[in-house]
């Protein structure tokens, strides 16, 4: 899908400074704070953009935790690896520390930048990170039987994330390892496959690697609703196990109808992941981890005219546009007309993503409250809210406060989990209820919230 699908810092204190005196370079050739944000937002894929980010802010962003702080080590030398195969010579100059330094405060700019949007994306990282680690240690303490934990992780549109290298072998099935499943375009797909072939510590499987096998690659257009199911079963996937689904950087990019379509079918198989546990009389119950934007937000660029107010979604690979089928929707002028005011930040980044031909199409409640409704009845009622976050308290907790007040965290997105909420009978994708003709999804849900 979009980013990655897409789905991402230098040290906080080495942000703002300028360029050590060793690398002095003409004032004439310092390239202006709109030369990087059109490198990074204008002129490849959201999915290598992403990979790209990673690359430039996560090595050195603080952690709350010393497991938090490997893992962040260990997704900084994937994303170098990444980087390197992908290695646009576009960006060649962005890969010196000065430049770096400059790209962050150029994206940050108060003016043409988007502040906060660094720390969002590290946050967001550490928070899927820190999902999965979680889901593994319940398994690894359920001891593969018995008690058991997550057996399975599914990553919806995963992109250049090589999230299963750095825990695949954490968790264990019953002396076996955790099955690890991506879902992507098939061209991504294809795509990623190939990328993780060309590297080697992957492909060998040696250290902390996993061998390119070691994940099933899922093609499948999840703004399409109704296939994933038979998808995942093609590659392996067990619907009756206990399973952690991950949608980073992903709804958004959705349209409302494809966005409550994906939740549909992720609550059908986490009820029948319920089901079979309880026949059994045991096992974990499968949950959705995802970050989403907020509806107000999106709803205030519409009326700003961000997008024109009903943009084509599509993925971008390569520069090449791939549109959806369907269109995204307006919102109705009475909404429209009391939108909140629309922040800066967001005006930044809504237009970036629209300039690559992947906009912003959906968006849900920011209050906990709407986002339960949402899930609740997106899913026909297999899904309950089990966590709901803000991007400040997670960055606050996974970065640390400091980093939080010096660099601010974009703050019209949230994070939530939703867990299965027991073996309710599967329902087939239908109108949402409360639904109007001919809308659904995320818009749906908010009229009602």
Known sequence: MAEVNAPAAAPAAAAHASPPASAATPAAAVPSPSWAIKALARSTATNVDMALFRFLFTGGAASSSGDGDEIAASAAADDAAVLRALAPLRHASLLFGWQRRLARRALEHPRKGAPGVVNFVVARQRWFDAQLSAALLEQEG????????????????????????????RGARGGGRVAFFEVDLPRASAKKRALVARLPALASGGGSGTS???????????????????????????PERPTLFTAEGLAYYLSADAAAGLVREVGALAAEAARAGAGAGAGAASRLALDYLHEEALRAGWAAGIAGGAPAGGDTIEGKKKRESKKGKAPPAAAAAAAAPLPRAYAVTA???AAKG?????????????????????SGGALALKEHSTTRAAAEALLGAEAVREHDVLSFYSFVVAEAAGPVPPSPLAPL????????????????A
């Open 212 to 238: 390119s096998d070691a994940v099933r690659y899922v093609p499948c257009d999840l703004s399409e609703p109704g296939q994933l199911r038979a998808r995942l079963v093609a590659a392996g996937f067990e």
């Open 351 to 353: 237009r970036s993503v």
């Open 358 to 378: 992947e906009p912003f199409l959906s968006g849900a409640p920011a209050s906990p409250l709407g986002a339960a409704a949402w899930l609740a009845s997106a």
């Open 142 to 169: 359920g001891g593969g039987g018995g008690g058991g934990g997550i057996e399975q992780v599914v990553a919806l549109a995963a992109g250049y994330e090589l999230r299963a290298r750095r825990f695949q072998g």
């Open 433 to 448: 209820p409360g639904a109007q003709a001919g809308g659904g999804g995320f818009d749906a849900v908010a009229r009602v």
